[in-house]
C-alpha cells in the first residue's frame, strides 16, 4: 500500500489549534515563572483555559477524557507542544506521566484505573517511573531490584534505582522489579504501583547533571532521583499487568517516550531555527545584514533539510502505527537521528546568534546542556545502533538485500 503524504484535515486543524495555543498562550506565559508558586499559578491557568478549549490529554480515548487523537494527529500536536516546556504539561501531556497514562490504560485493573488513573487524567497528580539502576544501565535485565511475595496480600521490595525521572515532583511511582530470577530472561520482572511519600521509597537526592538546574525546574519534572527501596510493601492489587509483564510492559512504554522525546525535539529545533532567523535577518555586521552572507544560508540550509528528515521519520513512524505495522527498527533509527538532529540545530542557532546565544537571553542555551541527555535517554545510541546494525545483517542474510531494513518496504 503506498503512503498518502497528504494529512487529513481534521489533523491539520488540531495541529493548527496546537500551534496557536503554544505561540499566544505557553510561549508568553514562560516569563512570569520565577519560582514554585508562580508556577503552580501559571499551570493552573494554562489547565484551565485549555481544558476549556478542549485541548487536554490529547492521545487518551474520548471515553476517558481526552481527545481521542490517533498516533498521526498526536505527532502532529507533539511536535507543536515542544517548542514550550509548558507545552505538554499545559494540556497534561508531559513526560513520563503519559506513557504510565498509556499503561494504565492497557492493563490496568479496574481498581487501578479508579485510583491511579482517574488523578492523573484530571492532572491532579504526577507519576515516575523507577526502573534504571547503576548496575544495568541501559540493559533492563540485569536489574537486581527485588520483589518478594509476603503472603497473598503484599510484595516486600529491596534495592536501589537510578536516573528516576521527575520523581522529586510525584505523587506516585511505578517501580520495576525482578519477581521470579528462575523465568525466562524477560519474563522475570514485574510492575507495582507505589504511593508516594513512602518510608520504603526515599529519594537520596537529585542527581547533579550538566542541564541547567533549579528548584523550578525540578519541580516542572526536570529532575532525576536517586533512589534507596528498602523493605518497600506494595499491596498485591497494586502489581500492574499481573507477573512477568513488567519487561515487555517497559518496553512498550520505553517505545512511546523515544517518540515522543523525538516529537518535542523536533518543535524544539523548529523553535532554535526560527530565533536564528530571526536574529540574522536583523544583525547587521561589516555593512551587510548575517543572511546576505552564504555561509550563514548554508548553516540555515543544513538545518532545513535535518528538520525535513527528521519530520518524515516520525511522520511514516505514525502511519505505521496508524495501520499497526512493526515499527521497532525505525523507532530505534528515529531516536538516534533525532537527538543529534536536535543537538545541531540548536548549536547552529547558538554560532548564529554570537556572543548573545551563549548568554541566557535567549533559551538556546538552557536548551544545549538539556538536550545532550537525548542520546542517553531511553536507551543510548550505541544500544539502539547496535539493534538497527543486527537488524540489517538479519535482513541481509534473509533475502539478500538489506532494503527491507532501510526503509525499503516505504512503498
Not at 488523578?119 to 518478594?148: F, I, Q, W
Not at 546494525?389 to 542474510?397: L, S, Y
Request: aromatic share 6%; charged share 25%; proline share 4%.
Amino acid at each position: 500500500m503506498a503512503i498518502d503524504f497528504e494529512i487529513p484535515a481534521d489533523a491539520k486543524a488540531v495541529r493548527e489549534r496546537v500551534r496557536q495555543w503554544v505561540q499566544d498562550e505557553c510561549i508568553p506565559a514562560e516569563k512570569r515563572l520565577v519560582d514554585k508558586q508562580s508556577y503552580k499559578t501559571v499551570l493552573a491557568e494554562l489547565r484551565a483555559k485549555a481544558r476549556a478549549q478542549g485541548l487536554w490529554l490529547p492521545f487518551v480515548p474520548k471515553e476517558y477524557g481526552g481527545m481521542g487523537l490517533g498516533p498521526l494527529a498526536n505527532a502532529l500536536v507533539q511536535m507543536e507542544l515542544g517548542q514550550s516546556h509548558l507545552g505538554a504539561l499545559s494540556m497534561n501531556s508531559q513526560g513520563p506521566d503519559d506513557a504510565t497514562i498509556l499503561t494504565l490504560l492497557a492493563h490496568g485493573t479496574e481498581f487501578q484505573k479508579e485510583k491511579y488513573l482517574k488523578p492523573l487524567l484530571n492532572g491532579e497528580k504526577r507519576v515516575c517511573y523507577s526502573m534504571t539502576e547503576k548496575a544495568a544501565g541501559a540493559d533492563a535485565t540485569g536489574m537486581r531490584t527485588t520483589a518478594v511475595k509476603d503472603g497473598n496480600e503484599n510484595y516486600v521490595l529491596n534495592g536501589e534505582k537510578w536516573f528516576s525521572s521527575a520523581a522529586s515532583a510525584a505523587d506516585l511511582a511505578v517501580v520495576m522489579a525482578r519477581t521470579d530470577p528462575d523465568a525466562p530472561r524477560h519474563q522475570q520482572f514485574s510492575t507495582f504501583i507505589v504511593e508516594l511519600p513512602n518510608p520504603g521509597y526515599r529519594i537520596k537526592r537529585d542527581i547533579p547533571t550538566m542541564a541547567a538546574e533549579s528548584e523550578l525546574s525540578h519541580i516542572m519534572g526536570g529532575g532525576h532521583s536517586e533512589i534507596e527501596i528498602k523493605d518497600l510493601v506494595v499491596p498485591a492489587e497494586n502489581l500492574l499487568g499481573g507477573e512477568g509483564r513488567g519487561f515487555d510492559m517497559g518496553q512498550h512504554r520505553l517505545a512511546y517516550g523515544r517518540l515522543r522525546h523525538g516529537m518535542h525535539n523536533i518543535a524544539m529545533a523548529q523553535r532554535a531555527l526560527d530565533l536564528a532567523a530571526a536574529h540574522i535577518t536583523n544583525r547587521e555586521t561589516f555593512g551587510r545584514k548575517l543572511d546576505e552572507r552564504q555561509a550563514v544560508q548554508f548553516m540555515m540550509a543544513e538545518c532545513a533539510s535535518q528538520l525535513y528528515i527528521a519530520r518524515l521519520m516520525l511522520l511514516h513512524i505514525a502511519y505505521k502505527a496508524e495501520h499497526g505495522l512493526d515499527m521497532r527498527q525505525e523507532n530505534s533509527i528515529a531516536k538516534v537521528y533525532l537527538a543529534h538532529m536536535v543537538h545541531h540545530v540548536v548549536d547552529t542557532a547558538i554560532q548564529l546568534h554570537g556572543a548573545l546565544g551563549y548568554s541566557r537571553d535567549t533559551p538556546l542555551a538552557a536548551w544545549y546542556t538539556h538536550i545532550r541527555s537525548q542520546r542517553l535517554v531511553d536507551g543510548p545510541d550505541e544500544v539502539h545502533r547496535w539493534t538497527v546494525g543486527r537488524n540489517v545483517i538479519k535482513a541481509f542474510k534473509a533475502t539478500g538485500t538489506t532494503a527491507g531494513a532501510c526503509g525499503g518496504d516505504l512503498i
